[in-house]
């Protein structure tokens, strides 16, 4: 009902601009007015009030950025979340394993989900496999002809998602001619090469024959980096507070363990004695995780590659002392192959004054995870295949590890024969590898021209999907026949240099699992929609311009975890299916009507407003208004101001997705219940490490998050040529999403009691860590920029500054919670990491044929990660520095266009071989980087680009 009087009142405001069509018209030339990201009225250039970057295609390829990817990290605005494909290349929990192959932008720091993504104006499909965020790989980027970047809030605009703001992607149109372009970027260091080629054609000239075709197509190849083959990678570094936290090794680490009477075991009375291992002589501790190559008078844990002593003291784990540890970050791919194609075709025709358009957007992308071979470890539960896991005293390799027990720990002479149990990292059977491929589809068609009294109109219908599947390509295998060939010697854990026989290679490639679908899923948009703009009446300092409108959409998300039958599921070791969140089609119908009034007040000031209602299937209705002024009191300053309100729907995966368990593998973690300092510390009673089951997943009872904010800034002009602009801007949102940090979760214990879940005898078995409306967020900012340009020689100079400064970035877990510590600059686990200052300064010098560029790119330091021994006490290390430094690094580019038809970019990327600054952040299977962090650099450092452009016609 109340959908129905909205839409009343907006048909009356259209209806008045059509009776006032003679005051709304003016004599005089005509000048034209355009539409602008951020509005539904069609202004002149520049004449809004909101903060707006444009990035041309020329800006693009001048910086030698040939993926949205690529574009959206050299943003200012752009948050520092586990956003892009690096971040996302190691092992991951829970739904983030939807994030497969998939990366996205993340404008303020407000989160992928609310950073609205168009293209051409127009919504497109969420990634297959998480049902809610654009991956920004199925933009056809080759065909771009600008992007502009709405810095503040548009839900009254746009609906949903546009909290943090709006990116629209703008491609060519109306192109007549043919041109191909080659593009290379070659890293010095080796891998991570990038390659693209792209034909555009179009013919026909709308003003001259009334119809245009365009078409263009590109592939492009980002070739695989891996871990190893960059030296900063290493997470071997005790000295600076960093070591790795995995005793699954290559060369396997010998454990006792409660359920076997195994080599190591004190003694064989109760599952005590057979789960604690022998003394270290003339102590008291107990020992166990026992690499015999750490032992005296042994090779040493880096006599294999990859390999160095653990370090218990960090790590605080003193029964560890033998132990030794495998550097995973270095396995892991840092920068993730992807093999993409994409294509556009769109068909203009003009009929007097109107324009009928079809438009199809298509993209094939492929992507390769790939990180770690997969860690075996003899378990204690009777359901796992691997069940008193033990290496046999028949096996090749037993006597000469139970004698270097023996030659340290003579006590366990005694248990000679018996097999050992153990944890080995299975590097014959090679790195895991997910295969991604999404399959990406638009089909647009729409029509605009003029109705009367100056209106113009817009409308389109369109359809687009995103059909997303993941399969196991290597390194997974089926368990029960794989663990029989440890139990029976065929398989060596204990190979000094790391090679196994022919027959056991073969037997192992009999058990592989290799080309086994993992998950599949779809998104389909259905959408349709239709705006009128133009004049209402005069008022003598101008128009009043309105826009009103309507759209619908269907949403459908369907998710395939038993595309692998359950059976076969179950037989596979380690591989992430997702069966529980199998989804069969769900459903919601979205409809939206909105207007908008622009009204010029007094000469030089003008005010708009804007109101949106939107009616949701589940969730009811939410209207969302916008205010914004912008006052021009001399030529030379410009002053805007807006406010708004937004929202967030959750998406399908957060409010269908099963349960899922998923175990903690970090060694931080406390019960928080036994351990009111919440630091690890085994020396105090109840502050032992623990590793309980982390319970993620959807719940049907979420509810739109909320946001209330505000920008206010101006442009000045000091002399010609020169332009200084800051937007001040806070976003603060009520009932946001969230997974609760488990570290906030333990801080707020109190808070959250039925999220820890114990058994009978008071234990922390799991944590319940799915999501929740809770709390608050405030984040406030500033954004600056600089421009100018001046003649210099025979040519011009031109620069470009644009930055962004946060003031304030604090939560609070519920609402009537004080507002916690300042997150800027402090590390964070999994979520945005806010940097205080982040900057980009473009200067280019151009000269006839010639232009030349630099970029310089600068993102402020913050506090880094602290390891467990460091956090207690246990020890400083001499070379260990709180603060991660700042990041800077430099590209250059210059152009020659003197040969006919013929362009030429010669660049160099990260022109003083900048490494990422070092970080004590270990990746402990969240996806993050080891000693470096994704969230912030690029991997790749020094590389060499070329481009060539060639016009046939």
């Known amino acids: ?313 960090l790590w605080a784990t003193p029964a560890a002392k033998w132990g030794c540890a495998w550097d995973t970050g270095r396995a892991a791919v840092i920068q993730q192959p992807v093999k993409s194609t994409n294509g556009v075709l769109r068909g203009t025709l003009a009929l007097g004054e109107h324009q009928v358009f079809a438009e199809y957007v298509g993209a094939h992308v492929v992507t390769d995870k790939s990180f770690s071979p997969n860690q075996i470890t003899s378990s204690t539960s009777t359901t796992s295949p691997f069940y008193n896991l033990a290496y046999p005293s028949t096996g090749a390799a037993y006597n000469s590890v139970f004698n270097a027990l023996v030659a340290t720990f003579p006590t366990l002479e005694k248990n000679r024969g018996l097999p050992l149990a153990m944890r080995w990292r299975c590097m014959p059977c090679g790195n895991r590898e997910i295969e991604t491929t999404a399959k990406t589809q638009r089909l647009l068609v729409g029509a605009e021209g003029p109705l009367f009294a100056g209106w113009d109109y817009k409308t389109g219908v369109s359809q687009a999907t995103s059909d997303t599947t993941s399969l196991l390509k290597h390194g997974y295998f089926y368990s029960r026949p794989f663990a029989a060939l440890i139990n029976n010697g065929t398989l060596n854990p204990f190979s000094a240099d790391g090679t196994q026989t022919a027959t056991a290679m073969s037997a192992l490639d009999a058990v592989r699992a290799d080309g086994v679908t993992l998950y599949g899923g779809k998104f389909t948009l259905k959408q349709a929609d239709f705006t009128a703009s133009g004049p209402v009446f005069k008022l003598p300092a101008g128009d009043v311009m309105a826009a009103v409108g309507g759209d619908y959409r269907k949403e459908q998300y369907k998710f395939n975890g038993n595309a692998t039958d359950l059976a076969t599921q179950a037989t596979i070791f380690n591989a992430p299916f997702d069966s529980v969140n199998t989804l069969d089609t769900v459903t919601r119908n979205i409809k939206a009507v909105f207007g908008e009034v622009l009204v010029p007040i007094v000469k030089n000031l003008e005010a708009s407003a804007a109101i949106r209602r939107d009616d949701y299937t589940g969730f009811g209705s939410t209207t969302n208004p916008k205010f914004s002024v912008r006052y021009q009191p001399f030529e030379q300053l410009l002053v805007r101001a807006s406010t708004s309100k937004g929202f967030r729907v959750p998406t399908f995966n957060q409010l269908f997705n099963g349960i899922t368990t998923s175990p903690y593998s970090g060694k931080d973690l406390v019960d928080p219940a036994k351990c009111p300092g919440g630091v690890v510390d085994p020396t105090k009673p109840g502050c032992e490490s623990i590793t309980p089951d982390i319970l993620t997943g959807g719940k049907v009872t979420l509810g739109p998050e909320k946001s209330k904010q505000w920008t206010w800034g101006f442009v000045w002009s000091p002399v010609a040529d020169v332009t200084v602009g800051a937007d001040w801007w806070q976003i603060r949102k009520t009932g946001t999403i969230q997974a609760v940090t488990l570290s906030d979760l333990v801080k707020n214990y109190t808070l959250f009691p039925d999220n820890f879940i114990r058994d009978a005898s008071g234990a922390l078995v799991a944590i319940d860590n799915r999501n929740v409306n809770a709390g608050e967020t405030i984040t406030k900012g500033v954004d600056v920029s600089l421009s100018g340009t001046t003649a210099l020689g025979g040519g011009r100079l031109t620069g470009k500054l644009e930055g962004t400064y946060l003031l304030d970035k604090r939560s609070r877990l519920i609402t009537s919670a004080p507002m916690g510590p300042s997150e800027i600059g402090v590390f964070t686990r999994s979520s945005d990491l806010g940097l205080r200052w982040k900057h980009s300064i473009v200067v280019s010098y151009a000269e006839g044929p010639w232009t030349g560029t630099v970029l310089q790119r600068w993102a402020a330091g913050y506090k880094d990660a602290v390891l467990p021994g460091v956090a207690n006490g246990s020890v400083t290390p001499p070379d260990w520095k709180p603060n991660v430094s700042k990041y800077i690094t430099y590209d250059a580019t210059i152009s020659y266009t003197g040969f006919k038809n013929l362009g030429l970019t010669f660049g160099i990327k990260n022109l003083l071989n900048e490494d990422p600054p070092f970080s004590a952040a270990y990746d402990s299977n969240t996806g993050a980087g080891s000693s470096w962090e994704p969230r912030v650099a690029d991997p790749r450092g020094r590389a060499y680009q070329l481009t060539v452009n060639y016009k046939f016609w």
């Open 1 to 313: 009902m109340k959908l129905n009087r909205l839409v009343a009142h907006l048909a009356v405001v259209g209806m008045a601009a059509h009776a006032g069509l003679a005051l709304a018209q003016s004599e005089g030339q005509k000048l034209e007015r355009v539409e602008v990201t951020g509005s539904s009225i069609k202004r002149i250039k520049d004449e809004g009030a909101l903060p707006l970057q444009v990035i041309t295609r020329k800006d693009i390829e001048r910086q030698g950025i040939v993926s949205a990817e690529q574009l959206i990290s050299t943003l200012s605005a752009n948050g520092n979340g586990l956003d892009n494909l690096a971040s996302n290349a190691d092992v991951v929990a829970g739904q983030a394993r939807g994030n497969n192959g998939a990366t996205s932008a993340n404008l303020r720091g407000q989160g992928a989900a609310s950073t609205l993504v168009l293209l051409n104006g127009r919504r497109v499909a969420s990634h297959g496999l998480n049902g809610g965020v654009v991956d920004l790989q199925q933009i056809p980027f080759a065909a771009v002809e600008r992007v502009e970047i709405l810095k503040d809030g548009a839900s009254a605009i746009y609906g949903t998602d546009a909290i943090g703001g709006v990116i629209n992607f703008i491609l060519r149109k109306d192109y007549s001619g043919l041109e191909a372009q080659a593009f290379t970027d070659v890293t010095e260091q080796g891998g991570g090469n990038i390659s693209r080629v792209k034909l555009t054609g179009g013919f026909g000239n709308l003003e001259k024959d009334r119809f245009n075709v365009l078409g263009s197509v590109s592939f492009s190849d980002a070739q695989v980096l891996r871990g190893d083959q960059r030296d900063f990678v290493n997470t071997f570094q005790p000295n600076r507070g960093l070591s790795v936290d995995t005793r699954g090794t290559p060369y396997a680490t010998v454990f006792a363990i409660s359920s076997l009477n195994s080599a190591l075991s004190r003694d064989n009375l109760n599952a005590t004695g057979r789960g604690t291992g022998p003394i270290q002589p003339g102590t008291t501790q107990a020992m166990n995780g026992i690499n015999v190559l750490d032992l005296p008078g042994q090779a040493g844990c880096s006599s294999i590659p990859g390999q160095a002593a653990y370090d218990e003291v």
